[in-house]
């Protein structure tokens, strides 16, 4: 079982940053990959950015790419979502996620609360 706790939303201009950050407590395994997905109103929910634990591989939605930069604190369990230059288009409930590989067994998926981005014209 993992819990994760967001923090970070807000309100913020075009062109303005904001920094999310999701801290994981609980069975968090060794091998897992967390990151961030959003949904915005009207619209699918949508797989923004991942890292893994093992090797640091990034990934990022095509939309963000250059904007957004993703980071973790394996020893504090805890990713990050560094969102610069942000635009109207951002404007979502951001959740974390954690896929928690218990190797051998198989593959749990946790997500957080949602925190809200507001980005404003």
């Known amino acids: 079982q993992v819990q994760l706790v967001e923090s970070g939303g807000g309100l913020v201009q075009a062109g303005g940053s904001l920094r999310l950050s999701c801290a994981a407590s609980?069975?968090?395994?060794?091998?897992?990959?967390m990151g961030w997905y959003r949904q915005a109103p009207g619209k699918q929910r949508e797989l923004v950015a991942t890292?893994?634990?093992?090797?640091?591989?990034?990934s990022y939605l095509e939309s963000v790419k250059g904007r957004f930069t993703i980071s973790r604190d394996n020893a504090k369990n805890t990713v990050y979502l560094q969102m610069n230059s942000l635009k109207p288009e951002d404007t979502a409930v951001y959740y974390c996620?954690?896929?928690?590989?218990?190797?051998?067994?198989?593959?749990?998926?946790?997500w957080g609360q949602g925190t809200q981005v507001t980005v404003s014209s």
């Open positions: 996620y954690v896929e928690n590989h218990d190797l051998g067994k198989g593959k749990y998926d946790y």
């Open positions: 609980g069975s968090l395994f060794a091998v897992n990959v």
């Open positions: 890292m893994s634990s093992v090797g640091g591989t990034r």
